[in-house]
């Protein structure tokens, strides 16, 4: 109790600080009466790992039209934090791909055209750095020399996606903790998660309630071999671009709930999130890179441009029948409230 106590008095500092802040770096929303006149800023965010597939293109079909209806602006960023297995051909064929289907963005990719570059992950290590150092100074992070299979051998796979729970074996006793991080040893640092449920609402899926200790434990925000952790680089990133709209996979539900708890823990506003169904095969395996056969390399022997947008749009529900068109005819047609709130979406891969 007294531990929790103390982290919610923690973060009932941190957003007094930011709405005071917010009183000077927003002067203009006064004249804002609602949320309406605030320029979206959405974003794809690739990871350059191999070819993109279908269901990739239908995630960023989406979020391009979602902002575009809105006379909106598009970011994209290179999400390359995997030194093995990201390879800048790839971003150069995912630029190639998204060019071809049609798709446009106003900042961002491997020119870093805009304002908050660079937009490759792989070079924003000193910035991650910075906001790591404001969470270790408030105590609430911590060195965890465990390893996957340490971890795995004290618990049995969470729910059917393998998931597995951190069951703070390394946590400090006594939180806040400001122990320095071990000189010698191999560690990663975690970020220690209350035992409450965070809140926020999905444009497709509606309300969430989610208690992170009871769905991931305390997370990863930097590894042990030095790279950076997926959620701490998505929260630094959308918050100093801008981006006030994420659009992506419903298999990234769970990660809203650990980036909403990062926000708030460093102060900050989190964007809206609008999670899309998977496009899966006919055997209700989700698409991965390794489906050759719905790779876009694939794809674009078979169909024109207006042939896989016309498809994305009428898996989404956007058009009743797969029509050929281009991403611009779909930006009057386009609502939130026509994409299906299912998790998945099967398709026969014959038939594409």
């Given at each position: 109790m007294v531990l929790m106590q103390r982290y919610k008095n923690y973060v009932t500092r941190l957003q007094k600080l930011a709405k005071f802040a917010c009183q000077f770096n927003n002067m203009d929303s006064k004249s804002c009466k609602?949320?309406?006149?605030?320029?979206?800023?959405?974003?794809?965010?690739?990871?350059?790992?191999?070819?993109?597939?279908?269901?990739?293109?239908f995630s960023a079909l989406l979020s391009w039209l979602s902002v575009r209806s809105r006379n909106g602006r598009w970011v994209l960023r290179i999400e390359d934090l995997d030194p093995q297995r990201s390879k800048e051909e790839y971003a150069k064929l995912i630029e190639d791909d998204l060019h071809w289907l049609g798709l446009d963005w106003d900042e961002g990719g491997l020119s870093d055209r805009g304002p908050h570059g660079p937009y490759r992950q792989s070079l924003r290590g000193d910035i991650y750095r910075i906001y790591l150092d404001k969470i270790r100074a408030t105590g609430y992070s911590y060195p965890c020399t465990c390893t996957r299979a340490d971890i795995i051998a004290t618990q049995a796979p969470h729910q059917s996606d393998g998931r597995i729970i951190y069951g703070g074996h390394c946590r400090p006793t006594s939180l806040p903790s400001f122990l320095p991080e071990h000189p010698t040893a191999r560690h990663s640092t975690r970020l220690y998660v209350p035992d409450e449920e965070i809140l926020f609402t999905d444009t497709?899926?509606?309300n969430q309630r989610v208690n992170l200790t009871h769905e991931c434990g305390d997370f990863i925000l930097q590894r042990a071999d030095g790279a950076w952790a997926y959620q701490l680089a998505v929260v630094v990133d959308d918050a100093l671009m801008g981006i006030n709209e994420v659009v992506r996979g419903s298999?990234?539900?769970?990660?809203?709930?650990?980036?909403?708890?990062?926000?708030?823990?460093?102060g900050l506003t989190p964007p809206a999130y609008a999670h899309v169904p998977l496009i899966c095969n006919s055997d209700g395996v989700r698409l991965s890179k390794r489906d050759r056969s719905l790779s876009m390399d694939e794809l674009r022997k078979?169909?024109?441009?207006?042939?896989?947008?016309?498809?994305?749009a009428h898996l989404s529900g956007i058009?009743?029948?797969?029509?050929?068109?281009?991403?611009?005819?779909?930006?009057?047609?386009?609502?939130?409230?026509?994409?299906?709130?299912?998790?998945?979406?099967?398709?026969?891969?014959?038939?594409?």
């Open positions: 609602n949320k309406s006149c605030v320029t979206p800023v959405g974003r794809y965010a690739p990871s350059p790992t191999g070819r993109m597939h279908l269901g990739n293109l497709v899926y509606g298999d990234l539900l769970l990660s809203a709930a650990q980036q909403t708890y990062l926000y708030r823990l460093l078979r169909h024109t441009p207006q042939e896989i947008t016309g498809i994305l058009l009743p029948s797969p029509a050929p068109c281009t991403p611009h005819e779909l930006i009057t047609e386009f609502a939130w409230n026509k994409i299906p709130p299912k998790k998945e979406i099967p398709i026969d891969q014959t038939s594409i």
